[in-house]
């Protein structure tokens, strides 16, 4: 244990989009765990448009992170270290927090993951965002055959996940993409019945009345912006709207106007926030679920890694540009001992 | 029967607010049923908000009014003639639609009033308006012990009902109103713990700050404007908005922009169209439940009555701008037979 800890520390809050200089790389040596503490060596550090808020001293769902503290993200980690019985060296475990190839946790905070699917999976498709998916539809969208589902981020972590469990559920499923590659993807890989570029389109209108000819049942909100303004006056009586993140305006320095609201009465809407931490028992059942189907292949998932903790920053700032293509997680170590 | 029908006649559309020029009365021998419909006498004309809705020819929850058709309202009458065995000449029903005399109406639509309650009740405290009000707080508002509720609109049909509703769930029941006279009523006769007079704060935020220093749990819009925007910062998370109308932008031409969605993702917040018909259940339900409270006084409500169909599209203009207090109903005609 000659290695020092390595953490990447908020050095100053973002004025819109984040830079390179907000972030800095420290060096430290590595801490011990007290009585009931483990030590984990980080193996994978999840990357996710929600830590854009801790950035922020204003108002979120998520506490700000201190200047000066470590950034705050879900990680696999190896335990190195245990000071409770019920870890021991070698072992691989999920929740340990922090941007950092080495954080103490207390034990009760971590769950041991089973060998068989890859443990970056425990960060996306089995983890928060896939979670976050299964959340989504299962309590608000409740999407119904022959509906029309509209999934925005539709290659991401939580998209992609997303409009799959539509898919299931028998609905006709639009993603919108933002390139080529990922609509491909959208389409091919993951076997939604069409997907919009909105980077290609000239008309996004014209292009969701094309892909939506019967209008739009339940639309999974990750974007905001202009598809957001584009999709309201297409939502059908009694739509659904799971609002999930807005990452087209995290870096507006005042909010946009949103859609007058009279349609909501009129079509008697349903617009509701989902937080995943907000039914935590949906975590362990959605693992519980899709285990078999990562396994088979019949949910499918793309991975974006990303290696070295010291390359986190610059891949966070592309995250909130959409410049990712797949769940987007940094391989911080590798494992010491063979799986 | 040698009575003319006089009916309320829809001769233009308005742009913006009405006139009077978009109605005119006419004037035709009363017609006579066929098998299965009955001939009522209207003794009571409700009129509502929504109604607006059907005088113009966009798309909206209620399909427009043609033009040279008669306006469209719940009315109360009397049986005149009857080709149907469930109904007799001299008995008071509920069901027969128009700003009209005389109507002619299906027997299966109408339902039989009881002695008891005043009959006017039925198209306000125990009707539509009060079914509204049960319905949006068993199906979305859902309030709780200690919580606070917003009202807009509290001295009308709706919001005297709901806000009564919600405080007997141990709410606190904050009111927005448009006078001083209403806000007295809110308080004193509804029981309603603070009210607003939107017209004579100088300063609509620190109106709402001051009396809800805990946020505000529940939002019941009957408004919109300036009042929603007011209120959106100041949810709770968790917070629940029952949109039920947005009275005050009905006239407008262009849609105004919306409040920033981010915050229904951050506050987990719950926006909601209602429309009372979609549960068909309600109305007997309420009927139930409400009767007693209407006949112990421990529902308070307040009418306005303005008497003759001819004073109908004044009385209605009016309502538009918020100048009736009570729930507005026309005294169309009086009972023949003794009740």
């Known amino acids: 244990m000659s290695d020092n800890r390595r953490s990447v520390i908020l050095r ?3 004025k819109g989009p984040p830079t390179i200089d907000n972030f800095s790389l420290e060096t430290e040596p590595v801490p011990q765990p007290a009585e009931g503490e483990v030590l984990t060596r980080t193996l994978w550090l999840s990357l996710d448009p929600y830590m854009r808020g801790r950035m922020s001293d204003r108002a979120s769902y998520v506490p700000p992170t201190e200047i000066g503290a470590p950034m705050m993200g879900e990680t696999v980690g190896e335990v190195i270290e245990s000071r409770d019985p019920r870890f021991s060296p070698g072992e691989v475990v999920l929740g340990a927090f922090g941007w950092q190839s080495h954080i103490v946790t207390p034990a009760d905070r971590l769950v041991p993951l089973p060998k068989g699917a890859p443990y970056s999976a425990y960060l996306g498709v089995l983890g928060m965002p896939g979670t976050t998916a299964y959340s989504a539809m299962k309590d608000i969208g409740q999407p119904k055959a022959g509906e029309t589902v509209v999934i925005s981020a539709a290659s991401g972590a939580v998209g992609s996940v997303a409009g799959q469990l539509a898919k299931r559920a028998g609905a006709r499923v639009v993603g919108v993409a933002g390139n080529s590659d990922k609509c491909m993807f959208v389409q091919e890989s993951l076997g939604f019945d069409d997907c919009i570029d909105h ?15 019967d209008g739009i049942d339940i639309y999974f909100e990750n974007v905001g912006g202009d598809l957001q303004q584009a999709v309201f006056p297409r939502l059908n009586t009694f739509g659904r709207v799971i609002m999930c993140g807005m990452v087209a305006e995290y870096n507006d320095t005042k909010p946009r106007p949103g ?3 009279m349609s909501v009465v009129r079509k008697r809407l349903k617009i509701e926030g989902l937080i995943v931490t907000d039914k935590p028992e949906r975590f362990a059942e959605w693992r519980e679920l899709a285990a078999p189907w990562v396994a088979d292949g019949t949910l499918a998932y793309r991975e974006h890694v990303v290696d070295g903790l010291e390359n986190a920053p ?3 700032i592309d995250l909130l540009r959409g410049h990712n293509f797949g769940k987007l997680v940094i391989r911080v170590g590798e494992l010491t001992r063979g799986q």
């Open 314 to 316: 610059g891949a966070f």
């Open 199 to 213: 980077r290609a389109v000239m008309d996004l209108d014209a292009a969701l009345q094309d892909a939506c000819p």
């Open 12 to 14: 100053s809050r973002p």
């Open 259 to 261: 859609p007058n609201l």
